[in-house]
């Protein structure tokens, strides 16, 4: 087993029964020597289904709210990374209880911020996702809201050790809440509902996910955004691949949907990096050193990284080896 950055390390993860939470632990547990793993959510079902999957003693369960300062205080006693997961992310619902959706994106955020700085975590990682780029829906901008607050929790950290770093990326294969499980479960009924022929979508694994947070979780300074470079498709492809024998119904694009997706905005490539396989956006802060990240490439002037203009696009062999791969 190669060297990990997590090793001896003690990780937290909020939202940790969710998708992605599920499978950080199956990958942080083969691949790295973690000195300890804690699933801190709030749904403690979840939590004890998970027991039984998840049977490696260094695993740690908490029961808690991201809402809950005091329990995150607690909590945060001790640890050494801190994976932040933990969000409410369905569109539609989230527009008809906006409050709920501030009080844990963006209150929650500020909660995981100030109970880092306040126990010593060195370094935190928080998912965010392209709906966070020029937001048409409230689940976007609290998740925009968010990314501003963790990488302004650099600031409010002081010269304390806390770094706050951010993930960006597209829609997950195979997540909970997203199309391709629906659509693996409406197939038997002969008929697929897509909003428009034109849609595009950026896609990315479980698997890459996680390379991606672990990825940053090593090598951030603290202040970034990463934005993994992954395919594109259209969403109508997308069910043409895994369904040529059904019928689509086109319904129209829904409230706080768009027809493509933005990973990183033309503002945004002045100040970022082409890392190889990620993309790097540095901060506005005075006090950053710019000297970080010189060992990657500046982008071109007007560079937009959009799921309409993608220079890679997901053929139908690939998206169905990534469909089987969740059976």
Request: glycine share 8%.
């Amino acid at each position: 087993m190669a060297e990990s950055y997590l090793d001896g390390k003690v990780v937290l993860v909020t939202g940790a029964t969710g998708s992605f939470g599920n499978h950080f632990l199956t990958r942080v547990l083969k691949d790295s020597k973690p000195q300890k793993v804690i699933v801190f959510s709030r749904d403690e079902l979840k939590q004890s289904q998970m027991q039984e999957r998840f049977t490696d003693p260094r695993i740690r369960y908490q029961i808690g709210d991201i809402r809950d300062l005091s329990r995150l205080q607690r909590a945060f006693q001790g640890v050494d990374v801190v994976v932040h997961a933990a969000a409410l992310k369905q569109v539609v619902p989230l527009e008809y209880n906006p409050f709920e959706a501030v009080q844990t994106n963006v209150i929650g955020a500020e909660n995981i911020i100030n109970a880092a700085i306040d126990q010593g975590v060195s370094r935190v990682v928080a998912l965010s996702t392209d709906k966070a780029v020029n937001p048409v829906n409230l689940y976007g901008a609290t998740k925009l809201c968010a990314e501003k607050l963790f990488i302004a929790g650099n600031s409010y950290a002081g010269g304390k050790k806390t770094r706050f770093s951010v993930v960006r990326y597209g829609n997950v294969v195979g997540s909970r809440g997203s199309v391709i499980p629906l659509f693996l479960k409406l197939k038997k009924n002969g008929v697929l509902p897509i909003t428009d022929e034109r849609m595009t979508r950026f896609w990315i694994t479980l698997d890459q996910g996680v390379d991606l947070v672990t990825w940053a979780a090593a090598n951030m300074h603290g202040g970034e955004i990463f934005v993994p470079k992954i395919p594109s498709m259209r969403v109508s492809d997308v069910a043409r691949a895994m369904a040529p024998e059904c019928k689509i119904n086109f319904v129209g694009i829904r409230p706080g949907e768009k027809l493509h997706e933005v990973l990183l905005t033309e503002d945004e490539a002045s100040r970022s990096m082409d890392a190889g396989e990620y993309f790097v956006i540095k901060p506005l802060f005075q006090w950053w050193d710019q000297s970080n990240w010189n060992g990657g490439k500046k982008l071109p002037d007007n560079f937009r990284y959009a799921s309409d203009t993608n220079d890679r696009w997901l053929k139908n062999d690939e998206l169905n080896a990534m469909v089987k791969s969740l059976a």
